[in-house]
């Protein structure tokens, strides 16, 4: 078999960790990560792994990414983009900052990367994981829902647009159990006691969170979807991963307006349930 050479952003847990796993046993894989402390165990799992600094709220560290990148290989058979962040709260609440970090992490820090990249992954493929997030409107993370639908919309224009037969997969995973949870807790907790009003929206954001970090399903089936659109000839544009996300997938389908109230009935609904869970307490 053919040794390929990979780039996986958000290498450190989750998707990404588990992918330049799989990857590392035969491939050359450069390691995306952003907390410094993960660097040693990158390296350590394989020698195949070049971990590498990178984090897209800090542009320069973009730029000192690509160059370490480019001077270790001439080309990249596929890029994997997996770095992110969730932005929680009502959209009158959330401060502007908050929602800029939103699309710098999500959207733009991607774009640069891949960018920087593009003149080596000539016939080569980027897979961009996604959310079935990108479907619609989910309230109190609309913000994680418009970046990564805006990373859909640029990467299939790029697809289009490029001259170097790039390929461009969207990855669309449902609820996956990832330490993202606990870390966009950590990451919005600071903000919640700001949102007079939503409190109850905000206990219920932050209880549903620490369940799909233990009840979703197991990145595995994310990673198996990674490398199956990464090993065939003609992949397909979208996979979606969980029935979660192919249901998001034919709802999305549905008039606004049947969505919208639709979505107002299950906030009314869970705001009773954290109620009456008040009252049992």
């Known amino acids: 078999m053919k040794t390929k050479t990979y780039v996986v ?14 990857l590392a046993a035969s491939n050359v894989v450069f390691a995306g990560y952003r907390n410094t402390e993960y660097e040693q165990e990158l390296r350590s799992i394989s020698d195949n792994i070049f971990p590498f600094y990178v984090d897209y709220e800090k542009p320069e560290t973009i730029s000192t990414a690509s ?35 939103q699309f710098n992490v999500n959207v733009f820090g991607h774009i640069e990367l891949t960018q ?47 001259k170097k037969n790039i390929k461009v ?33 905000m206990e219920y954001i932050v209880s549903n969170a620490r369940k799909n970090e233990k009840n979703g399903l197991d990145v595995t089936k994310v990673v198996d979807t990674i490398l199956k659109a990464d090993n065939s000839k003609n992949p397909k544009l979208s996979y979606t991963v969980g029935k979660d996300a192919f249901f998001a997938k034919i709802f999305s389908k549905m008039p606004q307006e049947w969505i919208n109230n639709i979505i107002r009935l299950k906030i009314f609904t869970m705001k009773k349930r954290v109620h009456s869970s008040d009252m049992l307490s």
Do not use: H
């Open 9 to 22: 952003t958000g290498a450190s847990s989750g998707i990404g960790r588990a992918l330049c796993e799989k």
């Open 169 to 201: 997969v969207s990855i669309k995973p449902g609820v996956i159990a990832t330490p993202l949870w606990g870390k966009s807790i950590k990451e919005n907790s600071k903000y919640f006691e700001k949102y007079d009003g939503y409190s109850k929206e």
């Open 116 to 162: 920087r990249l593009v003149p080596v992954l000539q016939g080569g493929r980027i897979i961009n994981v996604s959310s079935m997030a990108s479907y619609g409107v989910f309230p109190f993370i609309s913000p994680y829902c418009a970046s990564k639908k805006a990373l859909d919309m640029l990467f299939d224009s790029f697809l289009i647009e490029n």
């Open 67 to 101: 160059e370490f990148i480019l001077s270790k290989t001439k080309k990249i058979d596929t890029l994997v983009n997996i770095a992110g962040c969730v932005v929680a709260g009502p959209i009158e609440k959330i401060e502007p900052n908050e929602l800029r970090k």
